[in-house]
Nanobody, 125 residues
Framework: QVQLVESGGGLVQPGGSLRLACAAS????????IGWFRQAPGKEREGVSS????????VYLDSVKGRFTSSRDNAKNTVYLQMNSLKPEDTAVYYCARGLPGTPVGLVMSWYRDWGQGTQVTVSS
């Protein structure tokens, strides 16, 4: 059974950092792109980051470039999202998802399936 479980969310002050983890089970993580998405209250879900399966190439939402970094540890079946210099507008529920076979690295929601349950990130003073 495919399962993705996010962790690492919490409350942080502006300028702070968090590292989210996406633990995968039921499939070989190294064979799939993994995306990070977020959804703020009253807003549509948006893609934040994607990391490729083969070469670890990454794509980021413009507003998080230079602040967020996605990485993967295939031996641990885990993908990480390091978030630095957090801003109040980063507040959202963050989800990871498994890419459909054959899709490129990208932030298109329809390219992903098998979503995790999400972890709340709140940036506030």
């Amino acid at each position: 059974q495919v399962q993705l479980v996010e962790s690492g969310g919490g409350l942080v002050q502006p300028g702070g950092s968090l590292r989210l983890a996406c633990a995968a089970s039921g499939f070989t993580l190294g064979l799939y792109e993994i995306g990070w998405f977020r959804q703020a209250p009253g807003k549509e879900r948006e893609g934040v980051s994607s990391i490729g399966s083969s070469d670890g190439s990454t794509v980021y939402l413009d507003s998080v470039k230079g602040r967020f970094t996605s990485s993967r540890d295939n031996a641990k079946n885990t993908v990480y999202l390091q978030m630095n210099s957090l801003k109040p507008e980063d507040t959202a529920v963050y989800y990871c998802a498994r890419g459909l076979p054959g899709t490129p690295v990208g932030l298109v929601m329809s390219w992903y399936r098998d979503w995790g349950q999400g972890t709340q990130v709140t940036v506030s003073s």
